[in-house]
C-alpha cells in the first residue's frame, strides 16, 4: 500500500489546514451530540425504572431529556451536513444544463453558508440576552436558559462553515 507523502497529499492544498480543523470540530460535535443521546437514553431508562419498579416517579427526567434532544440535534447537524445529508430539492437543478449545475450548486451552498451564519448570530445575542437577563426555563426546576440554548449557535456555527467549505471547493459535488 503506497503512502501519499505531504507534499502531495491533501494538506499541501491551500485551506486544506482548515478544512481539516472543521472536520475535527464537526466530528467533536458529532460525539458529543452521541453523548448527549446516550444520556437522554439513561434518564428514560432510569424513570421508566424508578416510576414502575419502585413507583418513584421523578420530577427531572422530562426536562433534562428535552434539553439532550435539542444538544443531540444541534450538534449532529454539522455533521449531517458535511455529508451532504440535509434535504435538497434539486428539481430546479435538474433542469441546468450540466455545465451551469456546479456553478449554482456554489452560490446555493454559499448562500446557505450566509444563513447559518446569521441565523447562529442571531441565537448567539439571544442566549447572551438569556445570560445577561438571567432568564430560566419554565421547567419543574428550572435552569438558566442559555445553557439549553448556547449549542444552537455552535451548530449553525459549524453547519455554515460547512456549506462556505463546498462553496469555496471548486470541486464541490452538485446539491
Given at each position: 500500500?503506497k503512502?501519499k ?10 485551506g ?15 460525539y458529543g451530540?452521541g ?6 437514553l439513561?434518564?428514560y ?13 421523578t ?7 428535552t434539553?439532550?434532544?435539542g444538544?443531540?440535534?444541534m ?28 456553478s ?25 440576552r438569556?445570560?445577561?437577563q438571567?432568564i ?10 442559555w445553557?439549553?440554548?448556547?449549542v ?9 462553515l460547512?456549506?462556505l467549505?463546498?462553496?469555496l471547493n471548486p ?5
Amino acid at each position: 500500500m503506497k503512502r501519499k507523502t505531504p507534499a502531495s497529499g491533501p494538506a499541501s492544498r491551500p485551506g486544506s489546514n482548515l478544512a481539516g480543523l472543521l472536520d475535527k470540530l464537526t466530528q467533536l460535535s458529532l460525539y458529543g451530540s452521541g453523548l448527549a443521546l446516550l444520556l437522554l437514553l439513561a434518564a428514560y431508562v432510569h424513570e421508566v425504572i424508578v416510576r414502575y419498579c419502585f413507583n418513584a416517579p421523578t420530577s427531572w427526567t422530562y426536562d433534562l431529556s428535552t434539553w439532550f434532544l435539542g444538544v443531540s440535534i444541534m450538534l449532529a447537524l454539522p455533521e449531517i451536513t458535511r455529508r451532504h445529508g440535509h434535504i435538497a430539492i434539486t428539481f430546479f437543478l435538474d433542469k441546468l444544463p450540466a455545465g451551469s449545475r456546479k456553478s449554482v450548486s456554489r452560490i446555493i451552498f454559499l448562500t446557505a453558508f450566509v444563513f447559518c451564519l446569521l441565523t447562529a448570530l442571531i441565537c448567539l445575542q439571544e442566549t447572551a440576552r438569556q445570560f445577561a437577563q438571567n432568564i430560566e426555563t419554565f421547567w419543574k426546576n428550572p435552569v438558566p436558559k442559555w445553557w439549553v440554548s448556547s449549542v444552537i449557535p455552535l451548530g449553525f456555527t459549524l453547519c455554515g462553515l460547512q456549506f462556505l467549505r463546498f462553496g469555496l471547493n471548486p470541486k464541490t459535488p452538485e446539491v
